[in-house]
């Protein structure tokens, strides 16, 4: 970074070292670095965009972050000195859709790469056509899919970490402070399998068990029928529910409980875009929940996090600063944001000047190793492992109480971290 503030592109030799260093993103008034670039012509990023189904209330915010990312990238002077267009289409929270999305992006709008997906089911539906394409494909999801070698070089995962990483983070905490008996509630889809997958050694490694798995079809709207299956030995129950009936998931499995049931652990999944405050949550009080980022404003929260919720337009109570009953999805948005630089530095790391250089692009993600927390990751410190494309990072565990969500315990970035099972870097292009 220059003395004024002003962002610098990394070295290519940089980013084969690891990119440790946070660049700053103060630039002078009307600073632009367009003109100096090879071409005029922007940088077209791809936004497949979840605006319907059952991923629209994320899609909603993984846009608002999209854009704010973007609109700060063009004040620093764009990428390569080229201004950054966002393209986005409505993949309908549908994999097959999806992959028309992936598609479309790469035959009529002729964009240089794809990001942004994050449900699953999506993730792998348009994949495929991702490599089929040689589009680089950049999700914002959560599940293995990616890590796990079964997809293909062309897809990485940068800016959030999986699910695999994360319940190994939050399984020690569980078993410590809430009991070793645990039943799991999860969506019957990738994600969902994902959880049920990786808990179980996780929660074994600490002595516990999983006593009882109960999957829910992510389409369900009533969920009444399902709970008797939670064994009555169950000290903890393990949720993680999405999608538009998250609400009456919570609310009947508190008027199905009362308030003499099991401790309840909950990815906050379960209550994305959700009111916590919402009436027939009060059951709620008391319990834990995982957070990638916290919904509420924090009174030990850095500078940079400060700056990123107020770029994005979000209060102290998570919710838009619009309008109080529009809740964001702060825990998992932030993967949008981050995504984006990571996708700047590359290019910049790459010297990327169009379509021919999408091979330098993966590479010089592939290449990148730390990154170190402030404005450009605000979440916190990440690790990226280049062989299986997936970023590890910190996590949080918040208890709700009086009306709001308080954390009470971070993870460190290597109570996640995982012996990699592929290598993509051994993948021809």
Not at 236 to 245: E, L, S, T
Not at 264 to 269: E, M, R, T
Not at 338 to 367: C, H, S, W
């Amino acid at each position: 970074m220059t003395s004024n503030g002003i962002s610098t592109p990394f070295s290519r030799r940089s980013v084969l070292k690891g990119l440790g260093a946070t660049t700053g993103l103060i630039t002078a008034p009307g600073f632009t670095r367009f003109a100096q670039a090879q071409s005029s012509e922007p940088i077209r990023i791809g936004f497949q965009c979840h605006r319907t189904g059952i991923g629209a209330s994320y899609g909603r915010w993984y846009e608002r972050t999209t854009m704010a990312a973007a609109k700060l990238i063009n004040e620093a002077g764009g990428i390569n000195g080229r201004p950054l267009e966002i393209v986005i289409e409505d993949d309908g929270t549908d994999p097959a859709r999806g992959a028309e999305v992936v598609e479309k992006f790469a035959n009529q709008h002729k964009v240089d790469l794809v990001y942004g997906t994050l449900f699953s089911h999506v993730v792998v539906g348009s994949a495929p056509a991702a490599g089929e394409l040689k589009m680089p494909y950049y999700v914002v999801s959560e599940g293995y899919h990616v890590a796990s070698g079964k997809l293909n070089r062309y897809c990485l995962q940068p800016g959030i970490t999986d699910v695999k990483a994360q319940v190994r983070s939050v399984a020690p905490w569980i078993a410590d402070n809430l009991g070793k008996k645990v039943t799991l509630v999860y969506p019957d889809y990738a994600f969902g399998h994902d959880h049920r997958d990786f808990f179980e050694p996780a929660i074994q490694a600490q002595g516990g068990e999983v006593v009882a798995k109960v999957a829910i079809p992510p389409t369900e709207t009533s969920f009444t029928r399902y709970l008797p299956q939670i064994p009555r030995n169950t000290d903890v129950i393990y949720h993680v529910m999405v999608g538009p009936a998250v609400l009456t998931f919570v609310k009947e499995l508190g008027e199905f409980f009362g308030n003499s049931g099991p401790q309840l652990f909950g990815f906050i999944d379960s209550l994305e875009a959700v009111n916590i405050n919402s009436p027939g949550l009060e059951f709620l009080d008391g319990s834990h929940f995982w957070e990638g980022m916290p919904r509420y404003a924090q009174p030990d929260q850095p500078d940079y996090v400060d700056f990123y919720r107020k770029t994005v337009g979000i209060n102290d109570e998570g919710a838009s600063v619009n309008d109080a009953n529009d809740v964001s999805t702060n825990a998992h948005m932030f993967g949008c944001w981050e995504t984006l630089f990571v996708i700047k530095r590359a290019m910049e790391a790459a010297n990327y000047q169009g379509p021919q250089d999408r091979q330098k692009l993966i590479e010089a993600t592939e290449a990148m190793e730390e990154m170190e927390a402030g404005r450009e990751h605000p979440q916190g410190r990440k690790i990226f492992n280049g062989k299986i494309h997936q970023a590890f990072g910190e996590q949080s565990i918040s208890k709700l109480e009086g009306g709001r969500l308080n954390v009470v315990h971070r993870t460190s970035v290597e109570d996640g971290l995982y012996e990699a099972e592929a290598d993509y870097t051994t993948q021809s292009f």
